[in-house]
């Protein structure tokens, strides 16, 4: 048994032939079929009709919900539109929005593509993963499971419609024969979700697994070696979604090693792929290579090579210039690649922000970065777009999200953490909505509708983000904790080979102050970004506080926007994140009585190693730091 997450239709299953339904879709298909499934947990088999009359229904994955006197209509030209209209409104009727005013809803994604990314391995450990082990039984497929139909329910639920089975630091062996007949084993459950296959390949594979010579993109023999790759994927897996490749990255094989690029890498994919309809997805998340600021290194590459990928491949750059900390600024590629199709990887697993243990909502911070205004170099100062808007200008574009999936009873690390998985679904099909919306939606389809547990729920999840920067790295501090694991603070630590590996690369605290001098001064990382935003960030005056020491080199005796110095402001807002996260366990002890005592005792289990671990934070952190501002 494991839990049902955000579909336990809790409240309208009762409600069972209360209404009827019609869904009218131009074809006829197992996702239609799996729509049908899903009204019938809700509503009996004969207040569903079915018909095909979708002439004037939205195309692609959009679709209508009206109300045609009195039954509940769901129309779309697809099966999926479809399949995404029932559980909206299935997800509107349990969050009690659907009454009878309602007249219509259309919708359709904002961004064509929607991934999960999937850090799983083939023995079943999960890199960054804190939710046991994962899902895919590599030695049992092609054997199929229950909970494999049930993750592609829950994922579709959310408009996910793209899922990467392995770990970017890529196995081989995932694309042997007998492999990806497993993999088409699960692409076969998949597909009646809407959910394409995608599998992160090795870029040496053709010698680890042919004996070739050279991975050179540009040798004929490699080339014909991932055509024919391609090949066999796609007649075992005729929707194959494509390739995801991290390259020349943290020891990963790539393009480097023959004088080549990563365009000239990504287009010798790309090309394998085309005459399916497949896409590769390159990484841009690299570093090292001589660069002194690592925050630089991704920009410098991959600005050159704008214009130069094939239209079916797409540059997945990470939402930060660093790696996933609590909080980055938006990484300077969002501004910089126009002519090239965007992804963006945020990570749903909490890599730095407390992992399985702490409650820490993402979904403002995805939505910080999704909203910034971001803007091009040689376009004047009207010319403003969120970063949202970019990718959904693109034609080819799209949000990745490495999983926090795992085989625990609740798949994401506690009962609270899949609201994360919710959000990033939610926030990557329109990234324009509202946080707090999303944490009232899962709130009430997770918790139930008591209003005071909704009240605490909400207030929990939208109150946890800032807790966790005000008790792990407030100010734009960033990289500071443990080495390897990364739980846990440790900012002085000097473990590791690498210079950029260690937290006092990134804070360079010294007796004159804190914090990465990035200014033109510095690194000169500001200018990454079109002039005007880079003057923002370039003046300790201007740039935001929350990017402060991600900018600069602060003296401890600057007075910042409170009136205190930096060296206060530090101690008080570490301070401030303990009370922070002594609040939001206060808020929890409020529905004691109201849920299931096993699940409140699991969060109160959650929340009370949270509030220990913000005072660790806090000692460690303050002493720290402050034994440099004394010496000043
Ligand atoms: C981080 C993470 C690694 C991961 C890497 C990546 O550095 O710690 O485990 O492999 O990101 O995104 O490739």
Request: charged content about 25%; some cysteine.
């Amino acid at each position: 048994m494991y839990d049902k997450l955000w579909l336990r239709y809790a409240g309208e299953s009762q409600k069972k032939n209360a209404r009827r339904v019609i869904l009218s879709c131009g074809e006829k298909n197992n996702v239609l079929n799996a729509a049908i499934t899903e009204l019938k947990t809700v509503f009996s088999a004969d207040a569903i009709t079915v018909d095909t009359e979708a002439k004037d229904a939205p195309a692609g994955e959009g679709f209508l919900i009206r109300n045609k006197g009195g039954a509940l209509a769901v129309s779309s030209q697809t099966g999926a539109g479809v399949l995404y209209g029932v559980f909206t409104l299935l997800r509107l009727l349990n969050t009690g929005r659907i009454d009878e005013n309602f007249v219509q809803i259309a919708d359709s994604p904002k961004i064509s593509w929607r991934i999960l990314n999937h850090w799983d391995n083939l023995d079943r450990s999960v890199e960054r993963g804190y939710a046991g082990k994962s899902l895919w039984k590599w030695d049992d497929l092609p054997k199929i499971e229950r909970r494999y139909v049930d993750y592609a329910r829950i994922v579709a639920s959310v408009g996910i419609n793209g899922s990467v089975l392995n770990n970017v630091n890529a196995n081989p062996i995932f694309l042997t024969s007998e492999y990806l007949k497993k993999t088409a084993a699960l692409a076969d459950v998949f597909r009646d979700y809407n959910v394409k296959v995608f599998l992160s390949v090795n870029f040496a594979a053709p010698i680890s697994l042919s004996g070739l010579s050279t991975a050179d993109p540009l040798d004929d023999a490699v080339r014909l070696w991932w055509k024919n790759k391609a090949a066999e994927i796609y007649a075992l897996i005729p929707d194959f979604g494509g390739f995801v490749v991290k390259a020349d990255s943290e020891g990963q094989p790539g393009p480097y090693a023959y004088g080549r690029n990563h365009a000239d890498g990504a287009n010798a994919l790309a090309d394998a792929l085309s005459p399916h309809g497949g896409i590769v997805i390159w990484r841009a998340f690299v570093y090292g290579h001589g660069e002194t600021d690592r925050a630089k290194k991704a920009y410098t590459d991959f600005k050159p090579l704008d214009g130069k990928f094939r239209s079916n491949s797409a540059v997945q750059v990470k939402n930060g210039p660093i790696d996933f900390q609590p909080r980055e600024p938006v990484h300077p590629l969002f501004g910089a690649m126009k002519e090239t199709s965007l992804f963006m990887e945020f990570q749903i697993t909490q890599e730095y922000l407390g992992q399985g243990e702490h409650i820490v909502f993402l979904a403002p911070m995805w939505k910080e970065i999704l909203q910034f205004g971001i803007r091009f170099p040689d376009e004047d100062s009207e010319n403003q777009s969120s970063v949202g808007k970019v990718l959904e200008e693109k034609k080819l574009s799209g949000v990745a999200g490495v999983s926090n999936i795992g085989d625990n009873y609740d798949w994401c690390g506690s009962l609270f953490h899949s609201a994360n998985l919710f959000a990033f679904g939610r926030l990557s099909w329109d990234w324009t909505l509202d946080p707090a919306d999303i944490a009232l939606e899962w709130s009430v389809l997770t918790w139930g509708n008591d209003p005071t547990v909704v009240d605490a729920v909400v207030k929990i999840l939208t109150n946890s983000w800032e807790a966790c920067i005000d008790y792990m790295t407030p100010l734009g501090l960033n990289h500071i904790m443990r080495y390897e694991h990364h739980y846990g603070p440790d900012p002085g630590c000097d473990q590791g080979s690498r210079a950029d590996w260690k937290p006092p690369y990134y804070h360079r605290a010294d007796a004159r102050g804190l914090g990465f001098d990035r200014t033109r001064n510095g690194s000169d990382a500001v200018d990454q970004y079109a002039p005007l935003v880079a003057d923002i960030f370039n003046d300790i005056k201007t740039c935001p506080e929350k990017y402060l020491l991600w900018f600069h080199h602060v003296p401890w005796d600057y007075t910042l926007r409170s009136g205190r110095t930096l060296k206060d402001e530090l101690a008080f807002r570490y301070r401030r994140g303990v009370g922070e996260a002594e609040q939001l366990r206060a808020w929890w002890r409020l529905v004691k009585g109201r849920v299931p005592p096993d699940r409140y005792k699991a969060v109160l289990d959650k929340l009370d190693a949270q509030v220990a671990d913000a005072h660790e934070w806090e000692a460690v952190c303050v002493k720290y730091f402050l034994s440099f501002a004394e010496r000043a």
